[in-house]
């Protein structure tokens, strides 16, 4: 079994960061990219951000580059969504998920395993 909690999700106003925080537990594997996703009401989970399996390499998505940054903590088991000039159109539900590939996927089916998410709310 493979855990993730995310935390660190919250009501912000346009403009402010946030630092989201996903905490991985249980059997883990040497060979794992990490990713974020986010899905809004009425919308398709769609990709944030990536980290390949070395941490060597990342990639965000458009939308939010610039703007967000992930990173990992190795020896706390740990990767980050920092978050920055925060938007409305930011608000969802951020998903961290764990891929058992070396390189980054975009794609949904490409994460095994997957946190139950936190909410983030930007207001005007």
């Known amino acids: 079994q493979v855990q993730l909690v995310e935390s660190g999700g919250g009501l912000v106003r346009a403009g402010d960061s946030l630092r989201l925080s996903c905490a991985v537990s249980?059997?883990?594997?040497?060979?794992?990219?990490m990713g974020w996703f986010r899905q809004a009401p009425g919308k398709e989970r769609e990709f944030v951000a990536g980290?390949?399996?070395?941490?060597?390499?990342?990639a965000h998505a458009g939308s939010v580059k610039g703007r967000f940054t992930i990173s990992r903590d190795n020896a706390k088991n740990t990767i980050y969504l920092q978050m920055n000039s925060l938007k409305p159109e930011d608000t969802a539900v951020y998903y961290c998920?764990?891929?058992?590939?070396?390189?980054?996927?975009?794609?949904?089916?490409?994460?095994?395993?997957w946190g139950q998410g936190t909410q983030v709310t930007v207001s005007s």
């Open positions: 249980g059997r883990t594997f040497s060979v794992s990219a």
């Open positions: 980290l390949s399996w070395r941490g060597t390499i990342t």
């Open positions: 998920a764990r891929s058992d590939r070396v390189s980054i996927g975009t794609m949904r089916h490409e994460y095994d395993y």
